[in-house]
């Protein structure tokens, strides 16, 4: 298998034991072009015993804003993928989705985001506060998406604590350059779930807006446990509509994004 080959993606299914994990271990063990792995099970940080020039980042030392796009990327189309992204992360219909996209936009507005980009950008906690002061019209039942919306958001501010509670964050262009180790574990699904898609968005947008199409291979994203993030319920939902992680992950290789996914079958 040629490097640039794995832009048309791996799939590695198996039941335990048979040998998924070192399967990937030997692949990036050979990579010389950068890889991250989202990891939920701390099964890759013993790569470090045989490269030395991995990033291992726990969750909790992560600092990731996601309601700031990554470099030339607009605010306001930033606005729609991320609401996009929590909505189908977090299981929210599109009332609700709606309800996340405008009050992001509000919040961009009041930052004045719109005339000077250059701004620090809002955090997480801040559109929470944004949604819990909202004035809701009972008529038009505005409290229900409300209240739907922060059942989804409370329980990411609260526990991850400083992890979304930042302004700037790592930046996405120098983890790119590197060999970067995710973990995700103690997270609960819809955290993990949030923050691998956000992530794997950013840094979609970022090649997008940066790249252009066939500049070859520049990143490998590699996803175990795949059912949770590639849910065949959420593609056959009419309510929902196609996952936006499905979206990009169909366009990931025009932008030299190859991806490694397996699971337990």
Known sequence: VQEEDL??????????????????YNILLQLST?????DRKQDYRHLLNRRKDILVLPWNKLRFNPLKPTENVGPIRWAM??????????????????????????????????????KPYPSLTEL???????????????????????????????VTGPVF?????????ELLQRNVVFEFGGL?????NFLQEALFAHVYEYLLANQGRGSG?????????AKK?????????????????????????????????????
């Open 7 to 24: 832009t048309k993606h791996v799939l590695s299914i198996g039941q335990s034991g048979s040998g998924k994990t070192s399967t990937i």
């Open 34 to 38: 950068p890889f991250w792995a989202f």
């Open 81 to 118: 993928v991320i609401s996009e992204i929590l909505s189908h992360s977090t299981d929210l219909l599109s009332g609700s989705r709606n309800y996340v996209l405008t009050h992001i936009i509000e919040l961009y507005k009041q930052y004045n985001l719109f005339q000077q980009p250059g």
């Open 128 to 158: 929470e506060s944004l949604m819990k002061g909202d004035k809701v019209n009972f008529v038009r039942k505005t409290s229900n998406y409300r209240d739907t919306v922060l059942n989804r958001v409370e329980p990411m501010t609260s």
């Open 165 to 173: 509670n930042c302004s700037q964050g790592h930046r996405i262009p």
């Open 188 to 192: 609960n699904r819809d955290i993990q």
């Open 217 to 225: 291979l520049e990143l490998v994203l590699v996803m175990d446990e």
């Open 229 to 265: 993030i590639f849910s065949y319920k959420k593609e056959q939902s009419d309510a929902a509509g196609i996952p936006e992680i499905d979206d990009l992950f169909a366009k990931a290789r025009e932008f030299g994004l190859g991806t490694i996914v397996s699971d337990q079958e």
